[in-house]
């Protein structure tokens, strides 16, 4: 009995794809195994992770998409609104009492509004964990929108009305102190343990695997690796022979990867631009530049608009390809990969991309485009390199490769790249939660 009193209800709301949300998700998790029962309310356009849905102590209650209906903008707005509102009242109404409410921003309409009236009757703790903010990201397509200046007085309002706050960066903690004198706590995002770096065994069992899906992972026809007689099997980067061993390919491609979810805010023509050039660098010195094979992966509005753009090139010396990943080969990827790419500018300013801390968990350096505060987490020529432009990541890309993956002149370069990569490995996100979050919980 004496367990089950300790044990308290909490509700974590994401009006959003829950499988899409890795930082709610590991809040639950980590809420799941520190004390609490919670109710996890959300989309469920995507599978959430197998611990969140294996786990007794949390329930996970779907809110129904809105219907697509042909509309003007601003009516489609309004009944979406509407439609939210309801289907996250119903919710509320129908799970336990929670001692707390925590609800990601953004969106902050209407989940901000109906979290804290709920809170207000229900005698509940209303926390908000900022990620950016909503008016800013409405502003990149309708700058001068009615709904951008509503939504920035509804963040402001209610945020202001939380008892706790959780944000993802200082300069976004000092910024929400100076327009709105609200107060919040920095809880870095953090690798969770899956984002680690793996061997060449389990490296070649991925590649071999996701090679039925991606031709740039086959190894070229008739080159010596895959036609010598001791060789089991063999992919463009690795080889696993006979005995057992597995090694890697000397004279093997790049591989770089990026994540994205295809939206405004990353402008994927600048990595399509950087890749144009180095094409036409290994076209000029194809001794020096080996082939570059380059994976986004990821779903999104615009991923159909970037796959003709690519189909139109006609690149020898460069692959792309857009798979979609399981949750668990997206990890092991990634520490198999020789350089991450990030295009995620922030429309604050504000906040940092996540996908660069699975990136850096993973043990794998990341050429990161410029915006204000991307240095709390990048930072130029320790753990990676920071680009303005196209061709400044052309630049990057062409130096990293340059004689790949024998660059003599390189190797102090990716050591020490690798030190620091590996004391940003030590602090884990439970570790991290634990420190900093779950005493704001047990407040």
């Not at 044990?7 to 794809?17: E, M, T, Y």
């Not at 660069?356 to 930072?379: K, Q, T, Y």
């Not at 020529?381 to 890309?397: K, M, S, T, V």
Request: proline share 7%; aromatic share 10%.
């Amino acid at each position: 009995m004496s367990s089950e009193k300790k044990i308290q209800n909490a509700c974590v709301i994401v009006l959003g794809d829950i499988g899409r949300s890795p930082r709610m998700q590991y809040h639950v998790k980590s809420l799941s195994e520190n004390g609490f029962s919670v109710d996890f309310i959300g989309y469920v356009n995507s599978p959430p992770l197998e611990e969140i849905r294996s786990s007794p102590n949390v329930r996970i209650h779907e809110l129904n998409p809105f219907p697509e209906l042909e509309l003007p903008n601003i009516l489609k707005y309004l009944f979406k609104t509407i439609w939210q509102t309801l289907g996250l009242l119903i919710t509320l109404v129908s799970i336990r009492k929670p001692k707390f409410i925590l609800c990601q921003n953004p969106p902050a309409i209407p989940a901000l509004i109906v979290a804290y009236f709920y809170c207000l009757l229900a005698r509940s703790t209303l926390i908000v964990d900022w990620h950016n903010y909503t008016h800013s990201i409405l502003a990149i397509e309708s700058p001068n929108s009615p709904i951008v200046r509503i939504a920035e007085w509804v963040e402001g309002f209610f945020g202001a009305r939380a008892a706790h706050g959780f944000c993802v960066t200082k300069a976004m903690k000092e910024d929400l102190q100076t327009k709105w004198n609200i107060r919040t706590t920095v809880l870095y995002d953090r690798p969770p343990q899956q984002f680690q770096s793996i061997s060449i065994e389990d490296k070649h069992e991925l590649l071999h695997r996701l090679g039925e899906n991606i031709s740039a992972f086959h190894a070229p026809p008739g080159s010596p690796d895959a036609t010598n007689g001791n060789v089991l099997e063999s992919t463009a980067f690795t080889v696993k022979y006979s005995n057992g061993e597995v090694k890697n390919i000397d004279k093997r491609p790049g591989l770089i990867i990026s994540s994205t979810s295809w939206t405004p805010d990353e402008d994927f023509s600048i990595l399509i631009s950087a890749l144009d050039q180095y094409e036409s660098n290994a076209n000029e010195s194809p001794k020096h530049y080996p082939p570059l094979v380059c994976i986004i992966t990821g779903k999104g509005p615009l991923k159909e608009k970037y796959q003709k753009i690519v189909a139109a090139k006609s690149w020898k010396n460069v692959s792309l390809a857009m798979p979609w990943l399981e949750n668990e080969d997206y990890p092991k990827l990634l520490a198999s990969c020789d350089m991450g790419v990030c295009l995620h500018y922030s429309s604050s300013g504000l906040d940092l991309p996540m996908k660069v801390v699975d990136m850096f968990g993973s043990g794998l350096p990341v050429c990161a485009v410029h915006f204000d505060c991307i240095n709390e987490l990048v930072r130029h020529g320790e753990n990676g390199f920071i680009f303005h432009d196209h061709q400044e990541l052309a630049e990057q890309l062409c130096n990293w490769f340059y004689d790949f993956p024998n660059n003599i002149a390189l190797t102090n370069v990716k050591q020490d790249i690798q030190k620091h990569l590996k004391q940003f490995q030590a602090l884990r996100w439970s570790e991290n939660w634990k420190n900093i979050a779950l005493p704001v919980f047990k407040e």
